[in-house]
């Protein structure tokens, strides 16, 4: 997982995290000036403590750092927001003891810290605040350190309570709007990542023209097809399906109206495909159907199957108020791994549909010569 400070390697993520430690610093700015006010209107209960000075510090470099953000560096503003945090935290914990929220600024303190330089130094952090903690929680049982103020006094005082909210509900928005920054940032960019996924795959796998499957992922089907036969004894029956004299479309009626044909074509023959058989457009004006079936289909079934692909094809499509009419050509080859040795591989395959369609061409030009 990349982490907050190997910015440098993510455009993106440089992107969101300018605009988030921005906001970051504006609200911590805008807010360090009451939180200022609040924490100096406990002098009358706990006199001049170390952690006032902190605020006061720690306000002016916020609003002068707001003000000049847009010429701070992202790391620097990063580091500034994380130090500042630490320093809360500690200062807090240490002259507020339990009366303070010191423990609540080293969560977001301990976030921060995760964020920016991972789980391990999130959970060494957490060590050390816990080591912390302890010894300024025994220093404080043991009378060594004593409460800045009263309790009693301090936890009924307006100034105590104004202290206290103010002081809780920073680290509070600071956690909410970095997480829900982050996690924003994270689920755009897993959708994104998603999109273009489908978009490679569609992209690999599908002809432009038609969107049905193109020759790269036929010849895997047809190699995944052979192996099944081999192990199964399943048959395999490749249909090679060329249009005939599809350059003169292209000749009389111009190369859109072939395009727009060669997409009457396919979804003419996807009507004419069931759901477990491949269409493919190889090429051109060619196109493969796959059958991969548990057993033999006879020559007077596949003359069916080839008729009904013929009659599919010949319904006349429509260009621009003219009928177009387009015929094919089609051949077959047959396959199963022991009964047709002579078929070594998918080239085999492929050839002799080739040839068989040309048989079929051949014929059909004789027919019209005739
Ligand atoms: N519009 C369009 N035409 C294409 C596309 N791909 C190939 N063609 C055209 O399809 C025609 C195929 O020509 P041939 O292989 O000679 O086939 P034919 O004209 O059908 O002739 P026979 O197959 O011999 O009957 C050529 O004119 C190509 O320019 C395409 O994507 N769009």
Not at 204 to 210: H, K, P, V
Not at 246 to 257: E, L, Q, T, V, W
Request: charged letters at 20%; glycine letters at 6%.
């Amino acid at each position: 997982m990349k982490l907050l400070n190997d910015i440098s390697q993510f455009s993106e993520w440089e992107k969101i995290l300018v605009g988030s430690i921005d906001k970051i610093i504006i609200i911590l700015a805008i807010c360090s000036v009451p939180a200022t006010i609040a924490s100096y209107s406990r002098i009358p209960i706990s006199g001049f403590q170390i952690s006032m000075a902190l605020h006061l510090f720690i306000a002016i470099s916020l609003v002068t750092s707001a003000y000049i953000r847009h010429k701070l560096s992202v790391k620097f503003k990063l580091n500034m927001v994380l130090v500042l945090t630490v320093l809360i935290s500690l200062a807090g914990v240490y002259n507020w003891g339990l009366l303070g929220n010191g423990i609540l600024w080293s969560i977001l303190s301990i976030i921060f810290i995760t964020l920016y330089y991972g789980i391990k130094f999130g959970i060494f952090s957490i060590g050390l605040f816990f080591v912390y903690v302890s010894i300024i929680g025994y220093l404080y049982t043991q009378g060594i350190i004593t409460p800045q103020a009263d309790p009693s006094v301090y936890a009924v005082s307006v100034s105590g309570w104004l202290t206290g909210i103010i002081g809780s509900l920073l680290p509070l928005s600071i956690s909410v709007l970095i997480i829900g920054t982050l996690y924003q940032a994270a689920r755009d960019s897993l959708i994104r990542l998603e999109r273009q996924r489908i978009e490679i795959t569609i992209l690999a796998e599908r002809d432009d023209l038609t969107g049905i499957y193109n020759a790269r992922v036929f010849r895997k089907l047809l190699e995944q097809a052979i192996e099944r036969s081999k192990r199964h004894n399943t048959w395999v029956y490749l249909i090679n399906i060329d249009l005939d004299n599809f350059k003169s479309i292209n000749d009389n009626y111009g190369h859109h109206a072939g395009d727009a044909t060669l997409q009457y074509i396919a979804k003419q023959l996807l009507n004419v495909t069931r759901g477990e058989d491949t269409l493919c457009r190889i090429g051109g004006d060619e196109f493969l159907m796959l059958i991969d079936s548990p057993q033999r289909h006879s020559p007077q079934e596949l003359e069916v199957v080839i008729k009904r692909i013929k009659a599919a094809i010949e319904i006349p499509y429509i260009y621009e108020k003219t009928k177009l009419k387009v015929r094919g050509s089609i051949g077959y080859a047959e396959y199963n791994a022991t009964s047709t040795p002579e078929l070594k591989n998918k080239d085999d395959i492929l050839k002799l549909a080739d040839s068989q369609m040309f048989k079929d061409k051949e014929l059909s030009r004789a027919q019209q010569t005739s």
